[in-house]
């Protein structure tokens, strides 16, 4: 029983450059949560999505970063135009339909250069 | 605003012994509480969870306790064990519209000495 997958682990960009995370959740979990920590500090939530639904994107900056959830495939969290301040741990977690519980995945680690 | 507190940075405990990591949070609204493990380039690992109906809540070698009077959580490693440290994270929730949204504490790191 596959927990969930991210991909890659580890991400190199430069400025101005994009960034595309991927997420897989847990095997029957339907719900994907993004978190992003940055360097001594917890995980900030980031947005929540079902399938083919965004529900609630309200920690996620306006502007260059994006999410979806496709009907099939993994969840992706893009990033266009990447700055230095991008760089950052990010993690996705999934949960079932009671949603109590959320499974976090390894993390993508972004570095702007 | 940081609604969920962890004011521990760190905390080192010798093996065998008692390991409490303290959270403390704001908001009287938040009904569910985690506790995750964190080793270095890995992802948290779920390690308990209480609602906030119960006070306490006790898996193996792990006991959350809960005072909502005090808004204030505590996870209890007992005896503690040098594979126990890492980073550990609380997250509390408030269920709104069937969802839950954590917010994450900044962390207490805790080493257990051999």
């Known amino acids: 029983n596959a927990g969930v997958m991210q991909n890659p682990r580890h991400l190199v960009r430069r400025r101005g450059q994009e960034a595309r995370l991927r997420c897989s959740p847990m095997k029957g979990h ?17 947005v929540y999505l079902q399938k083919e639904n965004i529900i609630d994107e309200s920690g996620m900056p306006k502007e260059r970063f994006s999410a979806e959830f496709p ?24 949960c079932g339909t009671t ?9 993508t680690r972004l570095l702007v250069l | 605003d940081q609604q969920v507190k962890q004011n521990s940075p760190s905390l080192s405990v010798q093996e065998g012994r008692i390991s409490i990591l303290n959270c403390d949070y704001t908001n009287s609204m938040f009904d569910y509480f985690l506790w995750y493990k964190k080793y270095p380039a890995e992802g948290p690992t ?9 006070d306490k ?20 490693i007992v005896p503690s064990q040098p594979g126990d440290s890492a980073v550990y994270f609380c997250a509390a929730s408030e ?20």
């Open chain 1, 71 to 94: 009907k099939e495939g993994p969840s992706i969290l893009r990033i266009q135009q990447v700055v230095r301040g991008d760089s950052a741990a990010y993690f996705c977690a999934s």
């Open chain 1, 30 to 46: 339907s719900h994907v949560y993004w978190y992003r920590q940055l360097p001594e500090e917890g995980l900030k939530f980031m």
């Open chain 1, 99 to 107: 949603q109590e519980t959320q499974y976090f995945g390894p993390g």
């Open chain 2, 95 to 114: 269920r709104l519209s069937g969802t839950y949204k954590y917010i994450f504490g900044t962390g207490t790191r805790l080493k257990v000495l051999a």
């Open chain 2, 46 to 54: 779920f390690l308990i969870s209480i609602s906030s109906i119960k």
């Open chain 2, 57 to 76: 809540n006790e898996d193996g070698r792990f006991t959350v306790f809960l005072n909502k009077s005090a808004k204030h959580l505590s996870l209890h």
